[in-house]
């Protein structure tokens, strides 16, 4: 199962709002969706999602083209928007309930779906309580499952834990960890990167409609940052490497708190490798040696500029 | 097989009914009533109309002194329970349903169940459905009432079930109405403007109500039950109504259809229908009654829809959606028609025109074969005028459509129909002015020529010294304006075909 997007394009008049977007992705992978307010995630979402139409290019869920069969792919996507539900006198369950029966269920397999739904999203204890009367967590679990009801192998989740607290957001990632686990591909976009560093398999960057960076989380973290963090902790001597590494081709800075120098190496992990060396053939005895990891939000910031559409 | 067994059996039959029956409900109706139904507004809205009836009824019996000599007590009772019913009913149950759908189509709620297997149909017939059990639901609640009144005298059963009937399609269509207004794709504004223009529409809906429930209740029903007339004019305000229904229904499917689909194909279906099974019936009347009239009424209302269609048709999408060209037969025959029936501004425009000439072509061929039949020249009269009208709104409608191609590109092909608005008021408004200019002082023009500045107008063909002006101004101008359009309109029929799916997402086509 694979989603593939192509060349995708949507003008609205002369606004590029998603201008030759590639990507793709498989089953148990998520794929974060990045990129400041009015970057073109939603508008992409929304396509994928087979309520939008592209003005170029195409989209296929496990073969099947968004456009051209939309109706088909339907049954492949479970929509997740960025807004919840604001139905009035109606509960969980007959939300639930009635989406199962416009997703075509029916009778005893309704029944069993929507109660294994609501067990698996943890909504079985507020099954009849109204929907207006639930907390933000409770209503995008509620989204959730209504997503989940006819089983989708893929979830496209726009801004899922925009508004919710620590433990709805724990939560909803351990629920996405799972989902991931029984081979679904989820496409989720968020603010909150560093929770999306923890549970996303892959991550696209969009700025402007126009991809700026895409790939694994491990890639991206090792290819975009120019330069790595590095923590250097010796047995002796640790003021003189201090103004040694100051002097240093390759360090840019150079900072020393009593215990640890922290040093910051131009380069990739090549220049890291190169400096451990120079240290060990200097004579210094090294104890600790430690790259600090860029994070998903270093790196967003390294590649977006924050124009806005 | 034991007695307990037996119950057994029978009641698993009546479960696996209910099942089946649950099953086959239209998943919008359940949902709506499982709303209304734990709503306190409508609760409350139920309440408080019981309690107006109780203390109506009351305070006229109290006040009636005389109300054992009276013969029209019931009916006066009737008329004023009946008007209490029918305001609650033609204020509540449209408001209910279209304020509560365009809220959903103002959120993303609607969005949510086009990515389901429901289809747009079922959306807008499960809200239709679930305004009629509200409604009916509310004339039950006032039912012992209204019957109450029959004791009282002076209003018979059969009056009373046909005012009753009346109110219902009136409530059934005020509903429809707004739910056709809730799915129109415009902002808050705009939306508080047609919910003005919908309570505007109730009122006037409302006062016709009673006026013929009024006449019908003094007269009486009953004495005319046996006369054909009756049964004519039941007819064809049934015919009517299920016209203004079902065209409403279809406009409010095609509206809240994804923009991928083929938007056009339930009204031009609906529509084309319509005017086959319309027309049939109207030339079958016309030749009954040996009058022109039922072809008159049938050819009149036809050409106002297609006026309408025109503006419509130049605001549709350039192109169909590649969901639409995918699906297309191979045959070039089947294909042809599927043009017709398919959305896109091209094929808009063909469809109307090719109504609008069949109908003038009906009405032609009638008035040929029957030139002795009364109304004659009614029919003659109406058809060329309204003909001519549709040439004029054509040739503005085309007008506006090569201006926005190639001066106004900023503008989106939806707002065509407002250029080409501007373009018929231009065209009625500058012409007279310069005259009235030109003739300032003279005034002799108001009696003779001004007809001649009047060329413009699409509606002037009553002024009947200048017809061959019109038409052949009207005509000239078509053929420039086919011929200026002509190129586009050649690549639409040469791109209706699933081959030039990949082609036309090379060439990304702007919307």
């Given at each position: 199962m694979k989603v593939e997007v192509s060349n995708l394009k949507k003008y609205f008049g002369s606004t590029r709002a998603v201008d030759d977007v590639s990507f793709s992705f498989a089953s148990g992978q998520v794929v974060g969706f990045v990129g400041p307010n009015g970057a073109g995630k939603t508008t992409t979402m929304r396509i994928l999602a087979t309520l939008d139409e592209p003005t170029a290019g195409q989209a296929f869920i496990d073969g099947v083209s968004v456009i051209e069969e939309p109706e088909l792919a339907r049954k492949l996507v479970g929509y997740v928007p960025d807004s919840l539900p604001t139905h009035r006198d109606i509960s969980v369950h007959e939300y639930l309930d009635f989406f199962a029966r416009a997703y075509g269920l029916k009778g005893a397999k309704r029944r069993q779906t929507v109660d294994g739904i609501e067990e698996f999203t943890n909504l079985s204890g507020i099954r009849d309580k109204m929907l207006v009367a639930l907390s933000k967590g409770m209503k995008q679990r509620v989204t959730l499952a209504r997503a989940l009801l006819h089983d989708p192998p893929v979830l496209i989740m726009d801004e899922p834990a925009a508004g919710l607290d620590p433990r709805a957001r724990i939560e909803l990632r351990e629920l996405l960890r799972v989902l991931s686990g029984q081979g679904k591909a989820i496409l989720i976009s968020s603010h909150i990167l560093t929770e999306l560093a923890e549970i996303c398999h892959g991550a696209v960057i969009i700025e402007?409609?126009?991809?700026?960076?895409?790939?694994?989380?491990?890639?991206?973290?090792?290819?975009?940052?120019?330069?790595?963090?590095?923590?250097?902790?010796?047995?002796?001597?640790?003021e003189e490497l201090h103004r040694e590494l100051?002097?240093?081709?390759?360090?840019?800075?150079?900072?020393?708190?009593?215990?640890?120098?922290?040093?910051?190496?131009?380069?990739?992990?090549?220049?890291?490798?190169?400096?451990?060396?120079?240290?060990?053939?200097?004579?210094?005895?090294?104890?600790?040696?430690?790259?600090?990891?860029?994070?998903?939000?270093?790196?967003?910031?390294?590649?977006?500029?924050?124009?806005?559409? | 097989m034991t007695a307990e067994a037996e119950l057994s059996n029978s009641t698993q039959t009546k479960l696996k009914f209910a099942e089946r029956f649950d099953d086959w409900l239209n998943p919008i109706v359940v949902k709506e009533l499982r709303q209304a139904v734990q709503s306190r507004f409508v609760i409350t809205a139920l309440l408080v109309l019981l309690a107006i009836q109780i203390i109506a009824v009351a305070i006229y019996l109290m006040t009636?002194?005389?109300?054992?000599?009276?013969?029209?007590?019931?009916?006066?009772?009737?008329?004023?329970?009946?008007?209490?019913?029918?305001?609650?009913?033609?204020?509540?149950?449209?408001?209910?349903?279209?304020?509560?759908?365009?809220?959903?189509?103002?959120?993303?709620?609607?969005?949510?169940?086009?990515?389901?297997?429901?289809?747009?149909?079922?959306?807008?017939?499960?809200?239709?459905?679930?305004?009629?059990?509200?409604?009916?639901?509310?004339?039950?609640?006032?039912?012992?009432?209204?019957?109450?009144?029959?004791?009282?005298?002076?209003?018979?059963?059969?009056?009373m079930?046909?005012?009753?009937?009346?109110?219902?399609?009136?409530?059934?269509?005020?509903?429809?109405?707004?739910?056709?207004?809730?799915?129109?794709?415009?902002?808050?504004?705009?939306?508080?403007?047609?919910?003005?223009?919908?309570f505007i529409l109730m009122v006037i809906g409302y006062v016709s109500t009673m006026a013929t429930a009024g006449g019908m209740l003094w007269e009486g029903v009953g004495s005319k039950i046996g006369s054909m007339d009756f049964w004519q004019w039941v007819g064809i305000i049934a015919l009517n109504y299920g016209f203004q229904i079902g065209l409403l229904l279809a406009l409010s499917i095609a509206l809240i259809k994804p923009i991928s689909a083929n938007r056009a194909l339930p009204v031009r279906l609906y529509l084309t229908i319509v005017w086959i099974f319309g027309g049939i019936a109207a030339l079958l009347g016309s030749w009954v009654e040996a009058t022109h009239d039922p072809v008159v009424y049938w050819q009149a209302s036809f050409n106002i829809v297609f006026a309408f269609s025109i503006f419509t048709a130049i605001s549709e999408r350039d192109w169909p959606g590649a969901s639409v060209l995918r699906t297309l037969p191979e045959s070039s025959g089947k294909r042809l028609l599927r043009f017709f029936f398919s959305s896109g501004s091209a094929n808009g425009l063909a469809w109307t025109v090719s109504m609008i000439v069949a109908t003038y072509g009906v009405c032609w061929i009638w008035w040929r074969l029957f030139p002795n039949v009364g109304s004659l020249a009614e029919l003659v009269g109406s058809t060329r005028w309204l003909t001519v009208m549709n040439l004029y709104l054509f040739c503005y409608a085309l007008t506006a459509a090569f201006l926005r191609r190639h001066w106004l590109t900023r503008i989106g092909t939806k707002w065509t129909w407002v250029i080409c608005l501007m373009l018929v008021a231009i065209g009625s408004i500058v012409p007279f002015l310069i005259g009235l200019l030109v003739y300032l002082n003279d005034s002799d023009w108001w009696r003779e020529d001004y007809g001649i500045w009047m060329v413009g107008n699409p509606f002037v063909w009553d002024v009947a010294a200048h017809r061959s002006l019109y038409l052949s101004v009207g005509s000239f101008w078509a053929v420039l304006a086919i011929a200026f359009?002509?190129?586009?309109?050649?690549?639409?029929?040469?791109?209706?075909?699933?081959?030039?799916?990949s082609d036309k997402n090379q060439s990304e086509r702007l919307e």
């Open positions: 402007h409609g126009k991809i700026l960076m895409a790939g694994g989380i491990a890639d991206l973290l090792s290819d975009s940052v120019p330069r790595r963090t590095v923590l250097i902790r010796v047995l002796s001597r640790q100051l002097q240093m081709h390759g360090i840019e800075t150079a900072r020393f708190n009593g215990e640890e120098i922290a040093a910051e190496v131009s380069g990739t992990d090549e220049a890291c490798a190169e400096l451990l060396a120079v240290l060990i053939a200097r004579g210094y005895r090294v104890v600790e040696f430690k790259q600090q990891r860029a994070n998903l939000e270093e790196i967003f910031m390294n590649v977006t500029k924050g124009v806005v559409q | 009636t002194a005389d109300i054992s000599f009276s013969y029209d007590a019931g009916r006066t009772v009737f008329m004023i329970l009946f008007g209490i019913m029918l305001a609650v009913s033609m204020l509540f149950v449209p408001l209910y349903s279209g304020v509560r759908l365009a809220a959903e189509r103002s959120e993303t709620n609607l969005d949510l169940l086009f990515i389901t297997t429901i289809k747009p149909r079922s959306i807008i017939f499960g809200k239709m459905l679930a305004a009629v059990v509200l409604t009916v639901m509310i004339f039950s609640a006032c039912l012992p009432f209204l019957t109450f009144t029959y004791f009282l005298r002076g209003v018979d059963l059969p009056s079930a046909v005012v009753l009937a009346i109110g219902f399609v009136s409530v059934t269509l005020s509903a429809q109405t707004m739910v056709f207004l809730a799915c129109l794709p415009v902002g808050r504004a705009f939306k508080f403007m047609l919910g003005v223009f919908g359009n002509l190129q586009w309109f050649l690549e639409r029929i040469r791109g209706f075909h699933a081959q030039s799916l």
